[in-house]
C-alpha cells in the first residue's frame, strides 16, 4: 500500500536526514589538529562564528547548531554579542573572526497560501539588516550542509537563490 507524504512534511525529512548525513560527514573530516599534535576533531569552522536569524523549525536549528558546533564552529546566541564581537574584530588579533548571519532559505514550514518570494525576501532583508550592522557575511542555511558534505569551506554567497 502506497503512503502520500505531503510535500511539506517530506522537505521536512529531506531537511532532517540532510543534517544527519552531515553529521556523519563532519566525522569523516581529516583533522589539521592531529597533524599538529594539538587536539582531535574536525575544525572545519574554525575561526567562524554563527548567528541564526529568522524563522526556523526549533528541531532543525538545534540540528544545525550543533553540526556547527561538531565542525569547530562558534554559535552566537544574542545580536548584543554579534555587534559587540564585530567591534572586538578592529582589534590587532593574531586570529581573524569571521561573522556569518545565517537565514533559513527552506519555505517547508510555510503553507501554500504564503507568497514564497515575499517570504524569501523578508528573511534576506532581516539578514541583511544584521549583517550590515554587525560587518557580517550572510550565508543561508544549506551553506552549512552543502560546506560538511563538500569537506571545505564553500564560498559565501548573498541574495536569494
Known sequence: ML???PIP???KILVVLSSKIAKMVVG???SHEKESGGGVGPKLFKNLEFYFVGDYIEAHKSDL???VTTA???IIEARDQLLSSSNDADGDEDVKRVSL???NADLSDHSEFY???SIRFQRLAAAEDIAQQSRSQIIQHTW????VAACRLLPFTSGVQ
Not at 144 to 147: D, K
Open 9 to 11: 512534511d517530506f522537505a
Open 115 to 117: 507568497d514564497e518570494d
Open 144 to 147: 552549512i550542509l552543502e560546506s
Open 65 to 67: 547548531k550543533e553540526l
Open 72 to 74: 569547530g564552529g562558534t
Open 3 to 5: 503512503v502520500e507524504v
Open 101 to 103: 548571519v545565517v537565514y
Open 28 to 30: 569523516w573530516l581529516p
